[in-house]
C-alpha cells in the first residue's frame, strides 16, 4: 500500500513505525536541501529521539530552491512527508518509517525568508553538497564574483540564493530582537561549519558590512562530522521495498546499517538532546573529520579509479576484488594514517578495518560511478592533502602517487577494455585535455594549476607520478596496484 498517515498503522509488523503522536511535534529545524542523505542520517536521529518522548519541539521543515527541490517536495507531500528508510546488512534488511519531518516549504525564497524570520526555528542545517558553497576552488576563500553572489549583493531584499535568504533572515532577527538560529553544515567538507561561515559573513559583507559584524560575533556555526553511505534512490530500491514490505514509497532510502555523526557543542539557541541517541557532541571536531576524510572518503576516491578501469559497476564486487581489496588497505594504513595525530579511545587500523567491511556490504548496491563524480573537486579535499602532510613530514607518497595517476588514465574516458567511461564532472573537458597531453608527457596532467597548485612542481611527488603512469599505460592498472602492493618498484 501507499506510504502515508492514513496508512501508517495498517503496515506490516515487520515495519518500525513511529509510536510517539506526530501532532505534538513543532518546527525547530529548518533543513535546506533535502536530499537522500539528509533523510537517512540526521531525520533518523531526530526521529528516535521523538521516539523516546523527548525535544518534540525540534521537528523537521525541509526547504530547497533548486528545480529538484519542487518535485521532492509535491512527492513527499503526498505522503504526509514520511519517508521509509531500509537498512541494508548482508544478514538481514530491517525497515522503518521515519516521521520527523512535519512540513516541506514552497521553493518561494520570500516564505523560506518567513519562516526563518520566525523565532521558533533555532537550527537552519544544509546538505547543498561540496560545491553549493561559493568557495573557490584555487584560493579556498569566499567566491564573491560568482553571478549569484553578485546578484544577491546587489538585491539583499529580494536574493535569489539560499545563502541569500539566510544573510536576510538574520538580519531580520536581529532587527527584531529576536535570537539568531545555528547554522549548521552536514555536508561532507573538511571545516563545513567555517566554510559556511566564509560564505554567510563573505556575502553579508557585499551589501551590509554592519551585519557581515553582527553575524561574526553573534551567530554560530558549528562544524560537523557525519558519516553513513546512502546510495541514490532508483526502481531497484523501490521494488525491493515493495517486495520485502509492501510499501508503495517513491522516494525511500536505503543505506548501511552503520552511521556516526560528530558535532561541535555551540548552539547558543538550544539544541535537541541527540547525545540520547548516539550522536558525538565534542569540543573540536577537527581530529574526527580529518579521520573520516584521509581514511573512509579517502578509500572511496582511491577505489573508483582502478574499479571504473577494471570494469566494475558496484562498490562491493569491488571490493570483491583482492588485487583492490588489498590496494586499499595497503595505501591507506601506510601512507594515509601516518599523516593523523592520535584521537582518544580511536584505533584508526580498527577504523579502516570497519570501513573497508561497510564497502564490501553486497545489499548496498552503491554504484562506482556516482564516487567517481566530480573528482576535480573531491582528490583537492580527499587525498592532496594527505599528499603535501605527508611531504611535509618526510614520508611516502608513492601510493598517494599512483592513485593520482589512476585518476588520470580514468580521465581520458574509457576502461582497459576501451568501454567507454562517462566523466562527470564540471571540468571533465579539462580533465580529458590534461589527461590526454600525459600519454606523450606524462607531468602534463599535474599541470593543471586548478586542482594542484604548485604540488607538480615538487619533484618528490611528480617523478613517482610520472613512473606510476606510464607504468599503468604500458602494463594496466592490475599490474601496477599489485606492483604497489608488492613494493618490488
Known amino acids: 500500500m501507499r506510504l502515508n498517515k492514513i496508512n501508517l498503522r495498517r503496515l506490516s509488523d515487520a515495519v518500525r513505525i513511529p509510536t510517539y503522536d506526530r501532532n505534538t511535534l513543532t518546527p525547530g529545524i529548518l533543513h535546506l536541501s533535502v536530499g537522500n542523505f539528509h533523510r537517512g542520517h540526521m531525520a533518523v536521529y531526530l526521529d528516535e529521539l521523538f521516539e523516546q518522548g523527548e525535544d518534540l519541539d525540534w521537528a523537521i521543515v525541509g526547504a530547497g530552491l533548486r528545480p529538484s527541490a519542487v518535485d521532492m517536495r509535491e ?23 521515519i516521521s520527523s519531518m512535519i512540513d516541506f516549504l514552497p521553493s518561494d525564497p520570500n516564505i523560506i525568508y518567513e519562516v526563518l524570520s520566525d523565532g521558533k526555528i533555532r537550527i537552519v542545517s544544509l546538505t547543498i553538497t561540496e560545491s553549493g558553497y561559493y568557495i573557490d576552488a584555487a584560493t579556498g576563500e569566499f567566491e564573491a564574483g560568482h553571478p549569484e553572489m553578485i546578484s544577491d549583493a546587489k538585491s539583499p531584499d529580494t536574493p535569489a540564493s539560499l545563502f541569500g535568504v539566510i544573510v536576510k533572515a538574520l538580519k531580520a532577527r536581529r532587527d527584531a530582537g529576536i535570537e539568531p538560529f545555528t547554522v549548521l553544515s552536514c555536508d561532507n567538507l573538511p571545516g563545513n561549519g567555517n566554510l559556511t561561515r566564509q560564505t554567510v559573513i563573505g556575502l553579508a559583507r557585499l551589501s551590509d558590512p554592519e551585519l557581515a559584524d553582527w553575524i561574526a560575533v553573534s551567530v554560530s556555526f558549528p562544524n560537523s562530522m557525519v558519516d553513513r553511505i546512502v546510495p ?100 591507506l594504513s601506510q601512507e594515509a594514517i601516518p599523516t593523523l595525530k592520535p584521537l582518544p579511545n580511536v584505533n584508526y587500523d580498527q577504523y579502516l578495518d570497519k570501513v573497508l567491511e561497510r564497502f564490501s556490504n553486497t545489499e548496498i548496491g552503491d554504484t562506482i560511478s556516482r564516487i567517481a563524480e566530480e573528482g576535480s573537486e573531491r582528490q583537492p579535499k580527499f587525498i592532496l592533502p594527505a599528499v603535501i602532510d605527508a611531504l611535509d613530514a618526510g614520508k611516502s607518497v608513492d601510493g598517494f602517487a599512483l592513485e593520482i595517476a589512476l585518476w588520470c588514465r580514468y580521465c581520458l574516458g574509457e576502461d582497459e577494455r576501451g568501454k567507454l567511461i562517462t566523466v562527470k564532472d564540471l571540468k571533465a573537458a579539462d580533465l580529458y585535455q590534461f589527461s590526454k597531453a600525459s600519454k606523450t608527457r606524462s607531468d602534463a596532467f599535474l599541470e593543471n594549476i586548478d586542482v594542484f597548485g604548485s604540488l607538480g612542481e615538487n619533484a618528490l611527488f611528480s617523478e613517482p607520478f610520472c613512473y606510476w603512469l606510464k607504468y599503468i599505460h604500458r602494463l594496466g592498472v592490475r599490474a601496477a596496484i599489485r606492483k604497489y602492493i608488492s613494493k618490488e618498484k
Open 232 to 331: 541514490a534512490t532508483t526502481d531497484r530500491e523501490r521494488r525491493l521495498i515493495e517486495d520485502h514490505f509492501g510499501i508503495i514509497d517513491e522516494l525511500p532510502v536505503v543505506c548501511e546499517p552503520f552511521r556516526q555523526w560528530v558535532v561541535e557543542d555551540n548552539f547558543p539557541s538550544g539544541r535537541p538532546h541527540l547525545e540520547k541517541v548516539g550522536v558525538q557532541f565534542v569540543s573540536d571536531v577537527s581530529g574526527y573529520e580529518l579521520m573520516k576524510l584521509r581514511i573512509l572518503n579517502a578509500a572511496h576516491a582511491s577505489m573508483c579509479y582502478p574499479a571504473l578501469l577494471l570494469g566494475y559497476n558496484f562498490v562491493h564486487d569491488a571490493m570483491a576484488d583482492p588485487d583492490i581489496f588489498q590496494w586499499l588497505k595497503t595505501l
Open 75 to 97: 512527492t513527499l507531500k503526498a505522503q504526509d512527508y514520511l519517508t521509509t528508510v531500509v537498512e541494508l546488512a548482508p544478514t538481514a534488511i530491517t525497515a522503518q518509517i
